[in-house]
């Protein structure tokens, strides 16, 4: 168990939709940080919060974004579905600020998002 | 920019020995990981390298070549459980983000 907890495991919903994944990182990690992985992909980075302000944006689409509140959760909302949205959507955190090449990141068990 | 490239897929023969190789392109190298994930699970951390050489850690080793952009994973006594996708990834890049290879999936038969 790598202590970082993400909620739901799956989510089935429809084109259109919005949904919202949340993701609750280790006790004392600050910094957090979401992926997407498709079928049969590797790891698409989309975001990175620290300590509650955005430090790092990768391919998100205008109609993904996310906040890291002051309790340090996340939650990353997906709106406007399409099929291709369909994913494995993994959190992770650190304890540190990202900036640090030597931060190993503990990764979420994930949230199977599947758009019918 | 940064760029990763590994294998698609590999099988090896249980007790056997393979080698996973990435090689990499990036403007600023703060060092490399490599994560082990298996199939609809999370991956997890395997190992760091950030100098030259090899880091020996039980059945796995890692090394680093930075002036060639190059490491390998080295999986020794290969066991059915370690059938994975193994990720190589530069932390880091481009300030605050840890970008991931496409991963080499592993398979092991008996």
């Known amino acids: 168990d790598s202590g970082v907890t993400q909620t739901p495991k799956h989510l089935i919903t429809a084109t259109g939709q919005r949904v919202t994944l949340r993701c609750s990182p280790r006790?004392?990690?600050?910094?957090v940080y979401w992926y997407q992985q498709s079928l049969d992909q590797g790891l698409q980075f989309l975001i990175q919060y620290y300590n509650g302000e955005e430090r790092a944006k990768g391919n998100i689409l205008e109609r993904f974004s996310a906040q890291q509140f002051p309790d340090l959760h996340s939650e990353l909302n997906l709106s406007s579905l399409e099929l291709g949205d369909s994913a494995l959507y993994f959190c992770?955190?650190?304890?540190?600020?990202?900036?640090?090449?030597?931060?190993?990141?503990?990764f979420g068990s994930g949230t199977q998002l599947s758009v019918l | 920019g940064q760029n990763i490239d590994q294998p698609t897929e590999m099988t090896a023969t249980e007790g056997a020995i393979v080698q996973i190789n990435c090689t990499y392109q990036?403007?600023?190298?703060?060092?490399l990981f490599w994560y082990q994930q298996h199939a609809g699970e999370a991956p997890t951390f395997l190992s760091y390298n950030v100098l030259d050489g090899l880091e020996e850690k039980g059945r796995f080793s890692s090394f680093l070549s930075r002036s060639k952009g190059y490491s390998y994973l080295l999986l020794k006594e290969l066991q059915m459980k370690d059938s994975a996708s193994y990720l190589c990834?530069?932390?880091?890049?481009?300030?605050?983000?840890?970008?991931f290879g496409a991963g080499t999936r592993l398979f092991v038969k008996a």
């Open positions: 992770a955190s650190t304890d540190g600020t990202g900036g640090s090449g030597s931060e190993k990141l503990f």
């Open positions: 006790s004392g990690d600050l910094s």
């Open positions: 990834a530069l932390p880091n890049t481009g300030g605050f983000k840890t970008i």
């Open positions: 990036t403007s600023g190298f703060n060092g």
